[in-house]
RNA sequence: GUGGGAAUAGCUCAGCUGGUUAGAGCAUCGGAUUGUGGUUCCGGGGGUCGGGGGUUCGAAUCCCCUUUCCCACCCCA
């Protein structure tokens, strides 16, 4: 094994490359805050039990995605995959029951032991918002109001879409199972190895298979719409209802489910064509079980996640690096000059650098390349005067300043 | 976990059916230009051809193993 490669699935993000993911994960945080929402910061590992039991027995991320291990304490431990069952034990432990609705964002790494692909790593990075302890769909709303605000802001409303499904309550989702399974087992010689699996762990996943043979089948099952309880249809028809009055397109996919066991009634993703078979951008739904079948208080919730690099990939405008003003000593003698003036300078708040070394045209050729506006140029002449040249690197002006004015010249150039 | 493609300089890539010292563009460094950047011109450095083994007089090129990335499936952000 070559040493001097990052493990499997990571990745190093350089500088260039950070700017864009602070710049969505920067967003996220804005737009979370102008619905209500506060940063909360869960460790990245939790005790194994915290996502083995509320992930379900039967989905992909716990059976075989994990990554866990036993600490020298001999606690099982497991890098957290996602982000909603540590906030929903923290809201747990941490007592804030008491403060309900409660509205939370976070962000941070997220691990999964997964097979790489361009927009899927075993380490990567999620934003994401939860909203406890609202049972009416005015909260799914706001959640998804909130998503789409978010991609809005970050110019990417052309290239997703919000496609939405209903999972109906307990009651309604067992009903439907029932009647799904009957369906199929008729047809079980005829479904694709995957889907014989899925009939047995996790039929309604077999609804969204890309199998042809699986399709033709799925096409004549029974629709989820005909086992909806009458309070599932209702929360339904008022979500949809407020998603229009809120402003948020959104597509129905009677066929979009979620593999996380958690979910009840709402489902959804924003979903681009942009990204191959990775296309999902931020997803989620509702848990209205969540926090009772941890052990905590019944509380309702719902709230969604975003992939950071996923995003980061789309995003057109990256925010730029902030442009230095170069100070550019002429001599040894200046160069103690230049050392005082720099720190000037970064007192008063412009961010300066000084080259180290290399001839006057050297210094000036680095100077461009780190993108200064502008030029201070320590000349014996002007500071025998006790001033200097400051240079407009766009314009390539230049005009003689006293030191003791510099600073605000300088703030001139914004 | 299953199936397929790829890996050559910091980056993007040439290198035909195995044949001398492995190339280009960009980037980098130096010079033209020791009080002035962007353009231009000249020159330099940089590679165990992903790693290991094999076939051969001879392997970047063919074979096997391995690592990583990419594509699809599974699943998901």
Redesign the pocket.
């Known amino acids: 094994?070559?040493a001097l490669?990052?493990?499997?699935?990571?990745?190093d993000i350089l500088p260039e490359e950070i700017l864009r993911h602070r710049h969505v994960e920067e967003v996220a945080r804005a737009t979370s805050a102008l619905y209500g929402f506060a940063e909360i910061e869960t460790p990245i590992f939790e005790f194994t039990e915290v996502f083995a039991r509320t992930l379900g027995d039967t989905?992909?991320?716990v059976t075989?995605?994990m990554y866990t291990f036993e600490d020298r304490g001999g606690e099982r431990l497991t890098l957290r995959?996602?982000n909603?069952a540590g906030v929903a034990r923290a809201f747990i432990s941490g007592g804030l029951s008491q403060r309900l609705p409660l509205k939370l964002f976070y962000r941070g790494p997220?691990f999964?032991y997964?097979?790489?692909?361009?927009?899927?790593?075993?380490e990567?990075?999620?934003v994401?918002v939860e909203l406890f302890g609202v049972a009416d769909p005015i909260a799914d709303v706001e959640v998804i109001a909130l998503g789409d605000q978010f991609l809005e802001t970050l110019g990417l409303k052309h290239r997703v879409r919000c496609e939405l499904n209903t999972l109906g309550d307990m009651e309604s989702r067992r009903a439907y199972r029932e009647r799904l399974v009957a369906y199929l087992r008729d047809f079980r010689d005829r479904l694709?190895e995957?889907?014989r699996?899925?009939l047995e762990r996790?039929p309604l996943?077999?609804l969204?298979?890309?199998?042809e043979r699986?399709r033709a089948i799925v096409a004549g099952a029974p629709a989820m719409d005909e086992a909806m309880t009458d309070d599932a249809r209702r929360f339904f028809d008022a979500l949809r209802d407020g998603l229009e009055r809120a402003g948020v397109a959104y597509v129905p996919n009677p066929r979009l489910?979620?593999?996380?066991d958690y979910y009840c009634h709402t489902v959804f993703?924003?979903?681009t064509t942009d990204?191959?078979?990775?296309?999902?951008?931020?997803?989620?739904g509702r848990y209205d079980g969540l926090v009772e079948q941890m052990g905590g208080p019944a509380t309702p919730g719902v709230g969604?996640?975003?992939?950071?690099?996923?995003?980061a990939m789309l995003v057109e405008t990256a925010p730029e690096p902030t442009r230095p003003v170069a100070v550019?000593p002429?001599?040894a003698a200046g160069a103690a000059k230049g050392l005082e003036i720099t720190q000037m300078l970064r007192r008063a708040g412009i961010a300066a650098d000084m080259g180290y070394?290399?001839?006057?045209?050297?210094?000036?050729?680095?100077?461009?390349?780190l993108g200064?506006r502008a030029?201070v140029?320590l000349?014996?002449?002007?500071?025998?005067r006790g001033a200097v040249?400051v240079?407009?690197?766009?314009?390539?002006?230049?005009e003689?300043v006293p030191i003791v004015g510099l600073v605000d010249r300088l703030a001139a150039f914004g």
Request: aromatic content about 4%.
């Open positions: 094994m070559p490669q990052p493990v499997r699935g990571t990745h989905s992909d991320v075989k995605e995959p996602e909603t997220m999964r997964e097979r790489p692909q361009k927009g899927r790593l075993r990567f990075h999620q994401g694709s995957d889907s699996e899925r996790n996943r077999i969204d298979s890309k199998d699986d489910v979620r593999g996380l993703e924003f979903i990204l191959g078979a990775q296309g999902t951008v931020l997803a989620g969604w996640a975003a992939g950071v690099e996923r995003l550019i002429f001599s070394s290399g001839n006057l045209q050297k210094r000036m050729k680095r100077a461009d390349k200064a030029t140029l000349g014996e002449d002007e500071l025998s040249s240079r407009d690197m766009a314009t390539g002006t230049q003689e």
